[in-house]
């Protein structure tokens, strides 16, 4: 049995909606595209079969990837942790879980360097943040939500 995957709520409506968007339209429209492709005769030299059936074996992986999130998830309830490095401007990241997990829009996983490091502290504490490359930093907790 896998394990437990943990998720939002909020990310888990993302998932769905996403594996909907790729059952329901993009694998009827590759279908249409090998469809088309295979008419063309000669499939050994055909750019566009080779391409509609490497497009197709890509959807299909991330729609089992997807499926396998919804089968196994489990609801997390996302936390927003506001930090500072050696005194430098005040940083917050919501914590979440990896099928969650965006840097860029403020959101990273829990299970990161990161985000395993901010959960261990209360605020007021210094946290170390060990990289997978063995890179250290400590971090200051400055606020949690």
């Known amino acids: ?19 909907e968007k790729l059952v329901k339209h993009r ?4 279908v249409a595209k090998i469809k088309a ?9 055909n750019f566009e079969y080779h391409a509609a059936r490497n497009e197709q074996s890509f959807v299909e992986g991330r729609i089992q990837e997807l499926e396998s999130i919804i089968r196994h998830h489990k609801l997390i309830k996302p936390v927003t942790v506001h930090f500072s490095e ?10 979440v879980g990896p099928a969650d997990a965006d840097p860029k829009a403020g959101r990273i996983s829990a299970e ?3 985000g395993r490091a901010l959960l261990q502290g209360k605020v007021g504490e210094e946290v170390e943040v060990v990289t ?12 949690i939500d």
């Open 86 to 95: 050696d005194g430098g401007p005040e940083e917050a990241y919501q914590l």
């Open 37 to 45: 492709a295979r008419e063309h005769g000669d499939l050994s030299e």
């Open 132 to 143: 997978d490359n063995g890179y250290s930093y400590r971090v200051k907790i400055t606020a």
């Open 27 to 30: 694998r009827p429209e590759i």
């Open 1 to 19: 049995m896998a394990a437990d995957i943990p998720i939002t709520p909020d990310g888990l409506a993302g998932v769905k909606s996403e594996l």
């Open 112 to 114: 990161s360097a990161m």
